[in-house]
């Protein structure tokens, strides 16, 4: 046999005969390597341990280490999962069965709908499988032979149908079964050490709602029964932090399929959120030098034809709506209202920085699958600014808001994000302005203004805005889903459309930069991430009702209404529970609310004009003057204390 020469990832050149596997290079390295291996990386292309390497290649041995061997791991678990159905249900015919962020799923043609008993015993087999130490193994069939095989298992058929070439791969699972797939996989199934059944969804085939409907089987899996208790958990977790699921019992807000998708309505204890952000944060910028503005949520769509959002942004906007002469659309950015604000009269260098801020509401074209709750939506109101500065006062500028950003996370308890420098894909020019020299100062003053504040930063490229590089700020969920809040762009391009100018020392016009920005992002998102931070429970500073005034008797509701008007008129929200319930029953109640004090009374507190106080999270609290819980409750508003 002919030898070929491999390359290891340390640069190490070995000569091996011509079809030698991974595994066997893994053990030649060490038998511990052998042991640890999952898949391998041949000239860049994911090998199974098991494939024949038949030129010179770079090889290299994943293990669990490596990010890919994660999905090659879950796709082998998905083929499991498929083994396990046909065993006890063989009349269902499979449709595809990839891994996935979270794990991996299967979808299953079978005219009854699996059971969650089912899936317990679908699990039970795939132990059972997975004990039996079967091989994945790779099978090269013809077309004709597969078409033929697989004549009464339709999509399969229209899979091997649709694939290019006269040879397909398949992997057998043992020797009943075998799948229609590209792989790679993991040698054999006693790799497979912690997995579990989640769910079961509708799906349609090929995701096409005119196809047939399929019943979709999800699961994860991990390396150790460690690692996937610790992900159970994290579920168990996001299950009870979820906004929309806390938005509904806490009556936060609702979104009806009336008004439509990604519309949601605000109820008055989420409204009353959003105020009290939306209050802060103005406040906040009055304190900075911003002056807020107002401006209509449409225009008509030559002002986005100017700016480039039309060329650029159109995938994401709401389509044109005619009226009489006009095509008006609703703006899916608040920028070029704010350029023609800068506009309507000279500047001079002295007047700049010009600061415009406005709570502006936008209109973006989510696509259905996206939408979520309050996270993303279709209407949403940001807190949005432009800066209009010389280029010499970018980084101030920059700084400045930064400062804004940190102060606003304090003051709202977020204590956990990351920066991201979002870079343009230099080769798509559809979405992003196609101007070299833009770009490079765009990314450069980003770079310098981070690199001074001594601030860490990953980059991402493509996830620029179209007109210019920005700054991001993410905020991970329980799940470590990532989204972004914060954003400070530099932007070349608007101000050039617009041909900006100001007076110069020199009385000369010069052309302004322009920074977006948005400190707490949209009223929506930042909402949405505030539920699910503190599980709905908010500081009293930002909780909807502070106090809930509990009477123990009908007796006491005249009183217990002169204490909510007493702390109503000191600015404090304050409900009273006066239905005929026991107080056990009432305290009960508004623990489930998440309401931070309830204020007991008998007849007692009201003898001597005081009240009985509990903590949602400390229990009881003492009696109390009325006076000294109102200085008290009143600190914690003053300070925006976040921990209780
Ligand atoms: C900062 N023109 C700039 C602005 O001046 C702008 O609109 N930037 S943006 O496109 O990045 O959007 C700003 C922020 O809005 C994002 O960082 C994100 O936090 C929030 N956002 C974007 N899309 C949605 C959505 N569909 N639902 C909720 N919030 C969103
Ligand atoms: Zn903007």
Redesign the pocket.
């Known amino acids: 046999m002919s030898n070929i020469e491999i390359t290891l990832p340390d640069g190490s050149k070995q000569p091996v005969p011509s079809g030698v596997s991974p595994i066997d290079i893994a053990k030649s390295i060490s038998p511990r390597l052998a042991d640890a291996a999952i898949v391998a990386r041949v000239d860049g292309e994911l090998y199974d341990l098991t494939r024949p390497i038949e030129k010179d290649a770079t090889v290299q041995i994943l293990t669990s280490r490596d990010p890919e061997s994660l999905q090659v791991y879950r796709h082998s678990t998905a083929h499991l999962l498929a083994a396990a159905v046909l065993e006890l249900f063989p009349e269902t015919k499979l449709g595809i069965g990839p891994p996935i962020e979270s794990g991996f799923y299967y979808d299953f043609d079978r005219a009854t709908p699996f059971t969650p008993e089912d899936l317990e015993k679908i699990e039970k087999k795939m132990w059972e499988i997975q004990k039996r130490h079967l091989p994945y193994e790779r099978v090269y069939t013809r077309k004709e032979d597969g078409l033929r095989k697989y004549a009464d298992a339709w999509m399969k058929c229209q899979l091997i149908d649709e694939r290019a070439g006269e040879v397909f791969t398949e992997y057998t699972l043992g020797p009943q079964f075998i799948d229609f797939c590209r792989g790679p996989h993991v040698p054999d199934t006693s790799k497979i050490k912690a997995f579990k059944l989640l769910s079961i969804a509708g799906a349609y085939w090929k995701g096409d709602e005119h196809n047939k409907q399929l019943q979709r089987i999800y699961g994860t899996a991990f390396f150790t029964r460690q690692d996937l208790e610790d992900y159970l958990h994290r579920l168990e977790e996001a299950k009870r932090r979820d906004h929309r699921r806390l938005g509904k019992e806490l009556e936060l807000f609702t979104v009806n399929e009336t008004v439509g998708s990604g519309l949601p309505l605000w109820l008055p204890k989420g409204a009353t959120i959003r105020r009290l952000l939306e209050e802060y944060i103005l406040e906040r910028e009055r304190a900075s030098g911003y002056q807020h503005v107002y401006t209509p949520d449409l225009a008509k769509v030559d002002l986005y034809k100017r700016s480039g959002h039309w060329e650029h942004y159109h995938d994401d906007m709401f389509p044109l709506m005619d009226l009489e002469t006009e095509q008006m659309v609703l703006r899916p950015?608040?920028?070029p209202h704010h350029i023609l604000i800068y506009e309507s009269k000279q500047r001079s260098y002295r007047d700049l920085p010009v600061r415009l801020a406005e709570l502006g509401t936008?209109y973006?074209y989510?696509r259905s699958g996206a939408l979520s709750g309050l996270?993303?939506?279709?209407a949403?109101t940001?807190n949005?600014?432009?800066i209009f500065c010389t280029p010499d006062q970018i980084k101030e500028e920059f700084s400045s808001v930064m400062k804004l950003v940190e102060r606003a996370y304090r003051d709202l308890g977020i204590t956990r994000y990351t920066y991201r420098l979002s870079l343009r894909d230099k080769a798509n020019t559809e979405k992003f302005v196609d101007n070299d020299e833009m770009w490079e100062l765009g990314q450069r003053v980003l770079r310098e203004a981070m690199d001074s504040l001594g601030l860490p930063y990953t980059e991402a490229p493509g996830e620029a805005?179209f007109y210019g590089p920005?700054l991001?700020i993410q905020l991970a969920d329980v799940m470590g889903h990532e989204?972004?809040?914060?954003?400070i762009?530099v932007d070349f391009h608007l101000p050039s459309q617009f041909a900006l100018t100001y007076v110069g020392a020199d009385g000369k016009e010069h052309r302004p930069v322009m920074i977006?920005?948005?400190v707490v992002?949209?009223m929506?998102?930042m909402v949405a991430y505030l539920i699910e931070l503190y599980a709905g429970a908010f500081p009293v500073w930002l909780a909807p009702v502070q106090a809930a005034v509990l009477p123990i008797t009908d007796r006491q509701a005249e009183y217990a209404r002169t204490i909510q008007q007493s702390l109503e008129s000191a600015g404090i929200r304050v409900t009273v529970d006066e239905r005929s319930e026991k107080v056990n029953f009432k305290i009960r109640e508004a623990q489930l609310q998440k309401i931070p004090y309830m204020l007991v009374v008998g007849d007692r507190e009201q003898q001597n004009g005081q009240v009985s106080v509990r903590h949602r999270k400390h229990g009881d609290q003492g009696v109390k003057t009325l006076e000294s819980f109102l200085a008290e409750i009143r600190t914690l508003n003053d300070t925006k204390a976040v921990s209780e």
């Open positions: 950015m608040n920028c936008m973006r989510e996270s993303r939506v279709r949403m940001l949005d600014a432009h805005a920005k991001d989204e972004t809040y914060s954003t762009q977006h920005r948005a992002s949209t929506e998102r």
